[in-house]
């Protein structure tokens, strides 16, 4: 091998490692531009997390209200009711005691 070949294969040798390291280059924006999307996605899913919780929050308050709700048209409309019911049935058990007494 001449020098004159060695020195256009050493050329052509540079040309291709500058082409790798071109690659390279790109490759690695890639992968940054990729982690910087995966970084903005992460923080959207921490803001939907955190909207998913407030959301939880609200729908534990409503089902409190809805208890609390539920509790008070009870003890506004049924309790009543059933007391009488179980005055009535008390009322008829001791009547029947005494009717039995006296028998």
């Not at 291709?16 to 390291?21: K, N, P, S, V, W």
């Not at 609200?58 to 208890?67: C, P, V």
């Amino acid at each position: 091998m001449t020098s004159a070949n060695m020195y256009n294969e050493f050329v052509r040798y540079f040309e291709r490692m500058g082409e790798l390291y071109k690659d390279y280059t790109k490759g690695m924006e890639r992968i940054n531009q990729l982690y910087t999307e995966s970084i903005k996605n992460v923080e959207k899913t921490n803001e939907l997390y955190r909207e998913l919780i407030k959301t939880n929050e609200r729908m534990t308050e409503l089902y409190k209200d809805i208890q609390r709700i539920n509790l008070d048209w009870l003890d506004l409309f049924w309790r009543p009711w059933l007391s009488k019911e179980q005055e009535m049935k008390d009322n008829t058990q001791t009547e029947g005691k005494t009717q039995n007494i006296r028998d």
